[in-house]
């Protein structure tokens, strides 16, 4: 509590004043004795003490009411949360504005960011004045650099808040109030205040928990002046949200005129089932946008769905693509539209080198896999084009276009071969290594030390030491064609390599005794199969069996698939992170160009840098959701890659802060929370600036004890009468 007028609390010694005056009237009498006083009547004992206590009552209502007065006159003051009153003076204030994805729901009519635009333009008049310190902060935008703007008056703060764009990306509480602390710490002006325009969503308070809370009160602490906080919560508490959740390729990479299947996730944040959501895919290339299916889909309450869609691309559309899918449901507009950056491969091709000299069709591993691979010769829906040389005949050249690279029973690498197989690798190319007879094991542990396990001479054939395919990873996408199939037989194995497995390789499958028969491996961007069995029927019984077809082409396209994963992974990011284009050939420096969702990126805002014959193309601004696409010229055409920015995945998830949560904020935080839609903003904010004046209760007090004292000393003066 403070004193507006605190000079008149002197007023206070005025209650005393009943005291001297009635001690004086004491002291003034004398009790004289005399002879004839014995024979009149006196008062009775309990009367006397009666008597006495009525005039001390008096005298006190008479004290108070004149400290209540004096007190009254003083103006006293009750301040919210004991947070004292605005000086006389400048203001410095910042205003935090949510703009994360979740306030462009539309409430009742209205999109929350134009309520909390509303609730802003009711604070700056008449709640400051020219002259004050005014910053902006936006909460969704991760270039924080670029986020705080300052206003030295109310009109062009009003401007500036008027810019603010469609929600994005994801709020931080703790984010903004840290750097607000930190502008105010810096601020001249005698008034500091934090307002925070947000919805009533729980995710974006998260991070205020009890670390946080220490570090906030040591912030304050530092302070000359503890700021006012007040938090304004728009929009109602609407949770309700039916979102597309996730895009992915079941088994990478696509490849032209093969069908790929694509998973699409969709959730159901409501109590209540959806039906029949009309569910759209489209598959965008640098030709245009074609629809490829759509279908209704059907939600449980409160959780999600998987929808398989199987998607042809032509040779065409090969290259950067976009797969979208896109719902018709309540929520935020963000969530009913998720696009997915994906490469199309136009074949994939694979250099198959055999080792096997053996005549006739069939006598080697590479027969074996060039059938599997290529089993429909002719056609464009083969898994893969493969190609076969001899190991003394292939060269960097024969390997530079292709994705995969299968040794099929070669006994030996050279030197120079192994150097170009381990750049294969590095850059992003598969490898399956498929030992046998000629295998020598010591070249392969000396050229290539990098194999997922150490070779061992093979175990000896003997009649009654076979053994069998045993334990597969069903979990891993090579063998996910087994999933729910009862008749996998198990291949029998008469001869095998020993291998001990290197500290980071994984065993995806082994043999009824226990030893390694696949290892899987990672050599920078690319992955490495290591198969301790030939690919012919020698020493195995695993080519003739009906699973040999599928787990060729699913090697292969597991092994292919390094550099597309790592690509989808760099090319569908969130707000906030960058962009980054490599293109693996001499660029022409000045035909680089950007588009995003707002058109034309500035040149000056890429970052591009050349290494030999790569170059890449940087930008750091990726603020908005969408599209982007970055083209640069070869020497031969325009090339372009195409990356999607969305908003974080929980953003969707729009349950409110309950009641209980928003009392702890208020008692932690020293909070003043505004609803605008209960009462005036320009009202809330001058109560807490001012805090509440106690005069008129305290003048009221004083007019009723005046009253009773009135009332009191006529009655009690007739009763001794």
């Known amino acids: 509590m403070t004193f507006i007028n605190p000079i008149m609390l002197a007023g206070l010694v005025c209650g005393l004043i009943p005291l001297v005056l009635h ?11 005399w002879g004839a006083m014995m024979f009149l009547n006196g008062l009775e ?12 009552a008096l005298l006190a209502l008479r004290s108070a009411i004149l400290a209540l007065l004096a007190v009254g006159l003083a103006r006293p003051v009750i301040h919210a949360r004991g947070i004292p009153p605005a000086a006389i003076g400048r203001t410095a204030a910042v205003l935090l504005l949510d703009r994360s994805a979740s306030m462009s729901l539309n409430d009742n009519g209205r999109v929350r960011l134009d309520l909390a635009r509303e609730a802003i333009f009711q604070l700056l008049s008449p709640g400051f004045r020219r002259g004050d310190d005014l910053w902006l902060r936006t909460l969704g935008d991760e270039n924080s650099s670029t986020a705080m703007r ?8 009003a401007r500036i808040v008027k810019e603010v764009t469609v929600p994005t990306g994801e709020a931080d509480v703790v984010a903004g109030l840290s750097e607000a602390i930190e502008v105010l710490a810096r601020a001249e002006a005698p008034n500091r205040e934090i307002y925070l325009f947000c919805d009533r969503q729980a995710v974006s308070w998260r991070g205020v928990d009890e670390t946080f809370l220490r570090d906030w009160r040591e912030r304050l602490a530092r302070l000359p002046q503890t700021p006012r906080l007040f938090v304004v919560p728009v929009g109602s508490d609407e949770a309700d949200n039916v979102a597309v959740e996730a895009i992915d390729i079941v088994r990478p990479p696509m490849v032209a005129d093969q069908p790929s299947d694509i998973s699409i996730r969709l959730r159901n944040r409501s109590r209540v089932p959806r039906a029949a959501i009309p569910l759209t895919v489209e598959v965008r290339s640098a030709g245009g946008t074609r629809m490829v299916r759509q279908i209704p889909v059907n939600l449980p309450a409160e959780g999600a769905t998987i929808i398989t869609v199987p998607v ?21 507009a ?7 950056s994906v490469d199309v491969l136009k074949d994939l091709k694979v250099l198959l080198v055999e080792g096997d000299e053996g005549e006739g069709a069939f006598q080697g591993g590479a027969d074996f896999l060039k059938l599997a691979i290529a089993p429909l010769p002719g056609t464009r829906r083969n898994s893969g084009k493969p190609i076969v040389l001899r190991p003394d005949a292939w060269g960097p050249a024969d390997i530079r276009e292709c994705s995969v690279l299968i040794l099929a029973n070669v006994p030996a690498v050279t030197e120079a071969q192994a150097e170009t197989i381990q750049r294969f690798v590095y850059g992003g190319g598969g490898l399956i290594v498929a030992p046998g007879d000629q295998t020598r094991v010591d070249n392969y542990n000396v050229q290539l030390p990098w ?15 076979a053994t069998t395919v045993g334990t597969l990873e069903l979990t891993h996408p090579i063998f996910g064609f087994l999933v729910g199939r009862p008749d996998a037989s198990p291949a029998v194995v008469r001869r095998y390599f020993p291998a001990t497995p290197t500290a980071g390789s994984r065993v995806l499958g082994s043999y009824a005794d226990g030893k390694p028969f696949l290892i899987e491996g990672d050599v920078g961007r690319g992955r490495v199969l290591l198969m301790t069995t030939p690919a012919d029927p020698d020493w195995t019984t695993l080519p003739l069996t009906h699973i040999f077809l599928p787990f060729a082409q699913s090697a292969v396209r597991y092994a292919a698939a390094g550099p597309s994963v790592e690509r989808a992974a760099r090319r569908n990011v969130t707000v906030g992170q960058p962009i980054v284009a490599n293109f693996d050939d001499v660029i022409d420096l000045k035909n680089i160009s950007a588009t995003g969702p707002l058109g034309k990126i500035d040149a000056t805002k890429l970052a591009v840098s050349q290494f030999g014959y790569h170059t890449q193309v940087r930008y750091a601004g990726a603020s908005s959701p969408g599209i982007y696409r970055v083209s640069a010229r070869n020497a031969t055409e325009m090339r372009t890659i195409q990356f999607v920015v969305r908003t974080p995945l929980e953003e969707s998830d729009l349950t409110a802060i309950s009641d209980e ?3 702890w904020l208020e008692k932690e935080l020293n909070v003043k929370r505004i609803d605008p839609a209960g009462r005036t903003l320009a009202a809330a904010q001058e109560s807490v600036r001012s805090g509440i004046e106690l005069w008129l209760p305290l003048l009221g007090a004083v007019i009723v004890l005046s009253m009773v004292e009135l009332s009191a000393t006529r009655r009690w003066a007739g009763g001794t009468s």
């Open 312 to 332: 042809t691309v032509t040779p065409n559309e090969a290259g950067s693509n976009i797969i979208t899918a896109r719902i018709t449901a309540p929520g935020p």
């Open 334 to 340: 963000a969530d009913k539209e998720l696009h997915y």
């Open 45 to 56: 004992p309990r009367q006397f003490h009666s008597t006495r206590l009525k005039q001390w």
């Open 23 to 33: 001690l004086l009237n004491r002291s003034r009498y004398r009790n004289i004795e």
């Open 451 to 465: 194999l997922p396990a150490v070779l061992q001479p093979p175990t000896a054939e003997s009649a009654g030491g």
């Open 150 to 157: 300052y206003a030295g008056d109310p009109q062009e703060m």
């Open 661 to 663: 949560r928003w009392r």
